[in-house]
Nanobody
Framework: VQLQASGGGLVQAGGSLRLSCAAS????????MGWFRQAPGKEREFVAF????????YYADSVKGRFTISRDNAKNTIYLQMNSLKPEDTAVYCC????????????????WGQGTQVTVSS
């Protein structure tokens, strides 16, 4: 499966962006999915998780209440709605398919897609 993230860009603090992660080659409807981000000089960090049905979601404390993860299995796509963006949200955002293990651990995921850059100016 190939995953392609899109929707990033430059936005002012307080603004919003909606990221998409489109899958091709294989359906992702049977898999849990996650969003991660990596800022320059920092380790990759967990952002959000959604289970295969879309009924269970988890968020990093730093984004809880501001970001919303969702999925459309018919379109083979997951989304990340980001509101009230802060400069510290600046990073490359990637989506990935969870294989097994802890939902917040990057090692639990495979098939990392190409990321999309999000830059939040103050």
């Amino acid at each position: 499966v190939q995953l392609q993230a899109s929707g990033g860009g430059l936005v002012q603090a307080g603004g919003s962006l909606r990221l998409s992660c489109a899958a091709s080659g294989r359906t992702i409807s049977s898999y849990d999915m996650g969003w991660f981000r990596q800022a320059p000089g920092k380790e990759r960090e967990f952002v959000a998780f959604i289970d295969r049905s879309g009924g269970t979601t988890y968020y990093a404390d730093s984004v809880k209440g501001r970001f919303t993860i969702s999925r459309d299995n018919a379109k083979n796509t997951i989304y990340l709605q980001m509101n009230s963006l802060k400069p510290e949200d600046t990073a490359v955002y990637c989506c990935a398919r969870r294989l097994s293990g802890l939902y917040y651990n990057a090692r639990s995921y495979q098939y990392w897609g190409q990321g999309t850059q999000v830059t939040v100016s103050s």
